[in-house]
Each structure stands twice: as structure tokens, then as C-alpha cells.
């Protein structure tokens, strides 16, 4: 599925065009006039096609190196995309590789590595940094500095936050979120939100929609997706939030989307 939301607060949901292939566990980024969507789950194992969107409809950019991967993230910085962690193949081992794409160069290269495997968490890019929120090991950034926000390892979720300056090479607590793994989350305008996830502790997907501001002590729940869902990553393109792919309460992989302007986010 794919939401682009109208509003996080007050808005209508409509529908974009569908993935080629169904999916979850996947990542996406907006990167600079398109939208990609990297790895994940689908109905033949870990797709290796790397679907690109331009604003009217999908078709195949690259493939992943290596045999895949599910529940990594992914961000844009620099005019190449950062595919983050993830979960090797179709299991569920965590990897610490960061891997780089130029669309340029439609090239792959690799990166320094997270300071620990972790997958099904989310990326977002804040300040010229790279932040990771949620998964079985995630960061993100705000205010110039990487945050690592919850996560999943097993059969655990985490709700935790870590910090990292990277001009002090240091690591900070930061804002807990009840804990869960799998959720989306984007930057839009100076601000973090994060989308749905789920809590292996209750069995239950969730639908509920995180913000935490600059400088803020707590997250706040301040809306709600029309439906529960895990897996489903965000971007923010054309004005606008899209909630890409998912898996709802039966965690089947979905090609659905739904989409907006953006105006209404407060």
C-alpha cells in the first residue's frame, strides 16, 4: 500500500499507483525527482528489484546486490541513497552493512557499517544526518545529531532512544517511544514522525502516528493512519507523505497506497 497523506492531523487519503510487485518489509526514500522502493518481503521471498516511482508510474531502476534483504531502511543524502541494516535475505539476522547507490552512476558501493546489526527500523535525514527510529536496531537525526529510536531483536521491541554527536563521537539518551518495531518515519518540516509499526508484546499491529519536535522531552501521538499497519516505510515527495507498501493485521504483503497533499500537518 502506499499513503500519501493528505494531512497527519486534519486531511483525505486518495490513491496512487500501485508497486509492480507486492511487498512488505521494504524500504523507501525519495530521492531527487523519484521515489524508491529497496528489498523486503514478497510472494516469491526477497524481491532484488529496486522499483523506482516518478510521479506517475513505477518501473525498475536497479537490483540490490547480494541475495536481498527485508526490513532494512533507507535514506537520500548527497544525491545517493543509503540502504540501511536490515534483515539478511528472508530470515531474521540482522546486519550492520550500510550500502550506496548513485542514480547517476546507477552504481553500488558500500559505507561504514551501524555500530550494531539491527533490522526493521526506519531512516529519515535531518540536518545533513542520518537517523534511524525503530526496528531491531535503528538511528535517525534531528538538530545535527543520529538518533537511534527503538528497535527489534527476536522476540523483543525496543523502545529506547540514543543520540549520536558525531562531532564528540558520543552517544546521548533521548526520548523514549513505547517499544516496537517496523514502523515508518519521514522528516517533514524540521519534525519527526513516526508511523504505526507493531508490538510483538501485545500482537498487535498499530496505526497510531509519533511526533517529536526539536528540543522536545517526549513523543506525542497526534493522529492516526486509516488503518493499522507494520512494515509500511514513509517519504516526504511532492508536498506530500507517502506511506509506501505494509503489512496489516494478517502480514500479507500489500501493493495498495493512498495519497494527498500535505498542507494540513501541524
Do not use: C
Not at 534483515?87 to 558501493?109: E, H, I, K, M
Amino acid at each position: 500500500m502506499v499513503l500519501a497523506v493528505a494531512a497527519v492531523v486534519v486531511g483525505s487519503w486518495s490513491k496512487a499507483p500501485p508497486l509492480l510487485a507486492a511487498r512488505s518489509a521494504h524500504a523507501v526514500v525519495a530521492a531527487g525527482d523519484s521515489v524508491y522502493a529497496l528489498g523486503g518481503s514478497g510472494a516469491g521471498g526477497t524481491p532484488l528489484d529496486v522499483e523506482r516511482f516518478d510521479g506517475k508510474r513505477w518501473s525498475v531502476a536497479t537490483t540490490l546486490p547480494g541475495d536481498g534483504l527485508n526490513a532494512p531502511a533507507a535514506v537520500a543524502l548527497g544525491g545517493r541513497i543509503y540502504l540501511v541494516g536490515g534483515f539478511a535475505g528472508t530470515t531474521n539476522l540482522p546486519v550492520d552493512d550500510v550500502r550506496v547507490y548513485d542514480p547517476a552512476s546507477r552504481a553500488w558501493s558500500s559505507a561504514a557499517p551501524l555500530p550494531a546489526p539491527r533490522g526493521g527500523h526506519a531512516a529519515v535525514v535531518l540536518d545533513a544526518k542520518i537517523h534511524v527510529l525503530g526496528g531491531g536496531n535503528s538511528v535517525s537525526t534531528i538538530g545535527g545529531k543520529l538518533y537511534a529510536i527503538g528497535g527489534r531483536s527476536g522476540l523483543s521491541d525496543y523502545g529506547d532512544v540514543y543520540a549520536y554527536d558525531a562531532a564528540r563521537d558520543a552517544w546521548a539518551r533521548g526520548p523514549s517511544i513505547p517499544p516496537r518495531g517496523a514502523a515508518g518515519a519521514v522528516v517533514y518540516r524540521g519534525v519527526i514522525y513516526l508511523f504505526g509499526g507493531e508490538s510483538q508484546a501485545s500482537g498487535k499491529t498499530l496505526g497510531d502516528v509519533l511526533r517529536l519536535t526539536r528540543g522536545a522531552k517526549s513523543w506525542r501521538r497526534v493522529s492516526a493512519l486509516p488503518t493499522a499497519r507494520s512494515y509500511a516505510h514513509a517519504v516526504v515527495f511532492h508536498d506530500a507523505v507517502f506511506v509506501v507498501g505494509a503489512a496489516a493485521r494478517s502480514a500479507r504483503a500489500t501493493r495498495r497506497r493512498e495519497a494527498g497533499s500535505s498542507s494540513g500537518i501541524s
